[in-house]
């Protein structure tokens, strides 16, 4: 079964700096997508990035990009420039064949101004 | 406008009472999904449906009953209640990324 980890429970960053958020997976599909979702307080869910694992280049959205390693099945989040309204949780996704979405259990994000 | 709406947004229930948590899309997609969400544990898959007619069960079924009689409808059902499904309950489909509901924040007391 695959599994969503992420290590980090909550981070936090000085407003205008940049920021990594890790995620490792565990797999033994060759063929998926892997997804970033932030969740403000609104509690909305809001499509951060996505990273199609046949894809070597990595994705990037803006101030987010990711650094997808898939031999080492990592898939990590840089936010530049933060901003306050980064502040959110930040969930990193896993998503193959059987089209179930594995999550990770989240990292609390804290810009401080 | 196109999307994903759940309701009750908000509920308070009793111990032992039925409760059914309604989804409908608009986006005509084919997968859809159940998950709860809580402190500390992210977003637990609880029940899926890849294509109307079709259900399957995910980490967390236990409790939980969905169908899926059409494309548009996917309602997870609460046959009896207990204090530990007190939780935000997201539904969502998907053409490959996910799309969100709003949630439904659960208390079941």
């Known amino acids: 079964a695959q599994t969503v980890t992420q290590s980090q429970p909550e981070m936090s960053v000085q407003e205008a700096e940049t920021v990594t958020l890790s995620c490792t997976y565990d797999?033994?599909?060759?063929?998926?997508?892997l997804f970033w979702y932030k969740q403000p307080p609104s509690r909305q869910m809001i499509l951060v990035i996505r990273?199609?694992?046949?894809?070597?280049q990595n994705a990037t959205e803006n101030r987010f990009s990711v650094n997808f390693q898939k031999a080492a099945k990592s898939f990590s989040l840089k936010i530049s420039d933060s901003q306050l309204g980064d502040a959110a949780m930040y969930f990193c996704?896993?998503?193959?064949?059987?089209?179930?979405?594995?999550f990770g259990t989240g990292t609390l994000l804290a810009v401080q101004p | 406008i196109a999307g994903i709406t759940q309701a009750p947004t908000s509920q308070i229930l009793a111990a032992g009472r039925r409760m059914t948590l309604r989804c409908t899309q608009d986006?005509?997609?084919?997968?859809m999904y159940w998950y709860r969400q809580d402190l500390g544990l992210g977003l637990r898959l609880i029940h899926y449906?890849?294509?109307?007619?079709?259900?399957g069960k995910g980490e967390v079924p236990d409790g939980y009953s969905v169908s899926r009689a059409n494309t548009d409808d996917f309602p997870l059902t609460l046959a009896s209640a207990v204090p530990s499904q007190t939780s935000v309950y997201f539904c969502?489909?998907?053409?490959?990324?996910?799309?969100f509901g709003q949630g439904t924040r659960l208390t079941v007391v």
């Open positions: 969502a489909s998907s053409p490959g990324e996910a799309f």
């Open positions: 797999t033994s599909e060759s063929d998926y997508y």
């Open positions: 990273q199609e694992a046949y894809k070597q």
């Open positions: 996704a896993y998503g193959g064949a059987t089209n179930k979405l594995i």
């Open positions: 986006m005509r997609h084919n997968a």
């Open positions: 449906s890849n294509t109307a007619g079709t259900t």
